[in-house]
């Protein structure tokens, strides 16, 4: 899980997605080791752990999209990562991500919250935030918006995406385009 860390790298972003997959392939035989694993995730997210699981939103993400029936109530703490009220929430673009990887696959246990999260960070100031809202909103076909969409079409911030075992700088225009959102 370590390896997860530095989001900059494709390694990182392998290690958040391959660790959700057998965290949730492990539950199938092993619920009760796959649940602490899932609890420790959870607390290397808080200052009491003495560090920080910067992957974690992510990683959980992967864990639910593998084996959604037993995680069912962890999208709740994924939703609470991702709506914490702080200007510098490290977990709200994962959140995003994680919701979106979910949805996209098990959209039946994406509550409405989080769907009221992604729209809510559509148009956010961090490009990270904004593009992850986006992606979100495309894999689960969200209706959104054309004033939005057209105002989305005019930024140019570029953020590094990681989609089909690659990451790639992207600009927030370019997403909205990739990410077909129906309006």
């Known amino acids: 899980i370590s390896m997860s860390y530095d989001k900059s790298t494709l390694l990182s972003w392998r290690a958040a997605y391959f660790a959700g997959r057998i965290i949730g392939i492990i539950a199938r035989a092993h619920y009760d080791e796959a649940r602490g ?13 003495g560090t ?15 084996n959604p029936a037993p995680f069912e109530d962890v ?20 959140g ?11 959209r039946e ?3 409405k919250d989080a769907v009221d999260l ?9 490009a990270e935030v904004c593009a992850n809202a986006i992606i979100a909103a495309g894999r689960l076909k969200l ?10 079409k005019n930024r140019t911030e570029k953020v590094l995406i990681y989609n089909e075992d690659t990451l790639k700088f992207l600009s927030i225009n ?4 990739n990410a077909k959102l129906i309006n």
């Open 37 to 49: 694993q899932v609890r420790r995730i959870f607390w290397n997210t808080s200052d009491e752990s």
């Open 52 to 66: 920080i699981c910067w992957s974690a939103a992510e990683i959980l993400g992967e864990v639910i999209r593998e």
């Open 109 to 111: 246990y994406i509550p």
């Open 75 to 94: 999208i709740h703490l994924i939703v609470g990562l991702t709506e914490e009220d702080s200007p510098d929430n490290i977990f709200r673009a994962g």
């Open 118 to 126: 992604i729209y809510e960070y559509l148009e956010d100031k961090h």
């Open 174 to 177: 370019e997403i909205v385009e």
């Open 143 to 152: 209706k959104v918006d054309i004033r939005i969409l057209d105002r989305l």
């Open 96 to 106: 995003l991500y994680a919701i979106g990887r979910i949805g996209e696959v098990h």
